[in-house]
């Protein structure tokens, strides 16, 4: 569809999946030329989430192919349009999950662009003008103003790509729910979003427990990450002594799994927040809900505004995503090893990147 849209003139090189299997291969396609509100970025870093596994793969039954992954970019600005006066060409900028919504409704106006009815995504969505979004697995990117977010200076590009996703993902419930200094936050998950959680966490004055299955994880969760628990979830014994001893918990586990023995480390009226997003539905018990009063919530990415708060207070605090930067002709290594939980914490791609090894 896009290469048909008019104004889609602009030819580019990115990397697609053409279908199910989810391996990814060299693809060049058409974007549009820039809007008055639009910035034209290239492309420098693109982190790897574990959605982009979801979709490459179809896990959901809801890709269009051929898709363009991408969703945690980072680049300069090489072109502005003439209403998009809050950036000039050579800015260091971000995109994240969202590429268009409505503007007009209640959310939109809150800044809560996330949860209009009509947002659409970065990629494997629809534009405004019909044309299918293709992501930041490519080397320039032509954005709506609306949709983009500076970056500190103090932050490296490659290290500051998936807090555009990992980041802003576990920020907004934490803020939302419990930043309050001396609360205590779990942490379910040490992987991409799980390792940026405890760092928000800590930033927030929180006595942050991590939970995983892999206890191998201790003494990088404490020493690197500044945890100052840790519970291994497949430990009875220690899941028992847990309980009812943290007042929110933020699972970023993006399977499914048991949900039962987490609430039970719930205080009473403790939240659960669910931010991963599980290849199959999970079960929700709701003994441990109706004994300890206790709440089960979801949240998803965040709004633009609430985006630039989190880039800048990562500024303030020096924090980045811990990542492993590999080159274009590495991603189908990289989702292989996403899908074997083989990355600590995120595999960023450096688009510029020479394809020897």
């Known amino acids: 569809m896009t290469e048909t849209t008019p104004n889609h003139t602009q030819t580019v090189e990115g990397w697609a999946a053409m279908d199910s299997s989810g391996k990814i291969a060299p693809f060049v396609f058409k974007r549009r030329e820039n809007g008055e509100d639009d910035v034209t970025i290239k492309i420098l870093y693109c982190g790897i989430c574990h959605t982009d596994l979801h979709q490459a793969r179809n896990d959901w039954g809801i890709t269009k192919y051929p898709v363009v992954p991408g969703h945690e970019i980072t680049g300069v600005i090489t072109k502005v349009g003439s209403n998009a006066t809050n950036f000039k060409v050579g800015d260091r900028v971000g995109v ?17 662009e996330n949860y209009c009815d009509d947002v659409q995504f970065t990629y494997n969505g629809f534009f405004w003008d019909g044309s299918i979004t293709y992501g930041g697995f490519s080397k320039m990117l032509v954005a709506d103003k609306r949709y983009v977010v500076h970056v500190p200076d103090s932050l490296p590009l490659d290290a500051a790509a998936s807090l555009l996703c990992a980041g802003i993902t576990v920020f907004s419930p934490m803020k939302h729910y419990m930043c309050q200094p001396g609360k205590k936050l779990g942490v379910v998950g040490l992987g991409g ?3 940026v959680a405890v760092k928000f966490g800590k930033a927030f004055g929180l006595h942050v427990t991590a939970i995983s299955t892999t206890p191998s994880k201790e003494k990088d969760a404490k020493e690197r990450l500044g945890a100052d628990d840790f519970i291994v979830s497949t430990d009875i014994e220690r899941m028992k002594s847990g309980a009812r001893s943290l007042d929110c918990i933020i699972d970023t586990v993006p399977v499914k799994h048991a949900l039962g023995p987490i609430l039970n480390l719930l205080t ?8 991963g997003v599980p290849d199959k539905p999970v079960d929700l018990p709701s003994f441990p809900l109706i004994f300890g009063k206790r709440n089960v919530a979801g949240s998803m990415v965040g709004g633009m505004k609430e985006t630039q708060e989190m880039m800048d207070f990562c500024g303030k605090h020096n924090i980045t995503c811990d990542i492993e930067l590999v080159k274009p002709d590495q991603i189908n290594e990289a989702l292989d090893r996403i899908a074997r939980n083989d990355v600590r914490y995120r595999f960023v791609i450096d688009i510029d990147a020479s394809s020897d090894h």
């Open 96 to 112: 994240g999950f969202l590429a268009a919504s409505c503007l007009e409704c209640e959310f939109c106006k809150a800044s809560e």
């Open 193 to 195: 979003l799980g390792h």
């Open 268 to 275: 009473v009226r403790g939240t659960l927040v669910l931010v």
